[in-house]
């Protein structure tokens, strides 16, 4: 699975939107990129994923760019509940096994 | 919710206990897996079993002896454990061990504190 590097933290006003980077300029044509967030002392929770189109759900939205080599999560209204660790991950879905966690973006929202 | 639960929330044991820790999925998969999560430190996979075999074993001591009666459940035997195991122990499931979809990715419960004195 391609190397992706995220910034250690971020601030976002709550209301606002949260955008969030990730780097994996290695990553071939079957990867797909995944994220998830750790709410403090809580499991991860999936959020969304890609391969190369511009995903949206209820959650959030997810901009991939046309060479691949990076991605944005965007939470559009972030509220204080969204503080967490989100986690950007590379990985060919069908080759199972784990799912390897880095160490993610800490966002604080603030009032 | 996630569909995966997990019990006890919080565990505090003394080394020489022997306590369980149970995971409940109730999604339907296949795939149940324990992470370890220390302080600090990324997720650590355990082990992973696909329809109650276990398949993966990434060098746990034996004082951690997982067990899968079924595909809907999935424990962890602890026994003589060291302070440094304390940490947050996370159940994820997910449909297949080698998904056949993109969509079909691992769903984590709350997870268990475990404090070891």
């Known amino acids: 699975d391609a190397k992706t590097t995220q910034p250690t933290s971020m601030d976002c006003a709550e209301g606002r939107a949260a955008n969030l980077p990730c780097n994996h300029s290695?990553?071939?044509?079957?990867?797909?990129v995944y994220w998830y967030r750790q709410i403090h002392s809580q499991g991860p929770q999936y959020i969304i994923h890609?391969?190369?189109n511009n995903e949206t759900n209820e959650m959030a939205s997810l901009i991939i760019t046309e060479d691949r080599k990076s991605s944005t999560l965007i939470l559009p209204h972030a509220t204080l509940r969204d503080t967490a660790v989100y986690y950007c991950i590379v990985r060919v879905y069908n080759q199972g096994g784990k799912l390897i966690f880095g160490q993610g973006t800490e966002l604080s929202v603030k009032p | 919710e996630t569909g995966v639960t997990q019990t006890p929330r919080h565990l505090v044991m003394g080394m020489t206990n022997k306590k369980s820790l149970k995971c409940e999925q109730h999604?339907?998969?296949?795939?149940m897996y324990w992470y370890k999560q220390s302080a600090k430190k990324p997720l650590e996979l355990m082990f992973v079993y696909s329809l109650e075999e276990r398949v993966e074993n990434n060098s746990v001591p034996s004082r951690f002896s997982p067990e899968c009666p079924n595909s809907s459940h999935l424990f962890l035997h602890l026994h003589t454990l060291q302070p440094e195991d304390s940490a947050l122990y996370l159940c994820?499931?997910?449909?297949?061990?080698?998904?056949?979809?993109?969509?079909?990715?691992?769903?984590f419960g709350p997870g268990t504190r475990l404090t070891v004195l």
């Open positions: 999604l339907g998969h296949n795939a």
């Open positions: 994820a499931s997910s449909q297949d061990v080698r998904p056949q979809t993109s969509t079909d990715t691992q769903y």
């Open positions: 290695t990553i071939s044509g079957n990867e797909y």
């Open positions: 890609g391969l190369k």
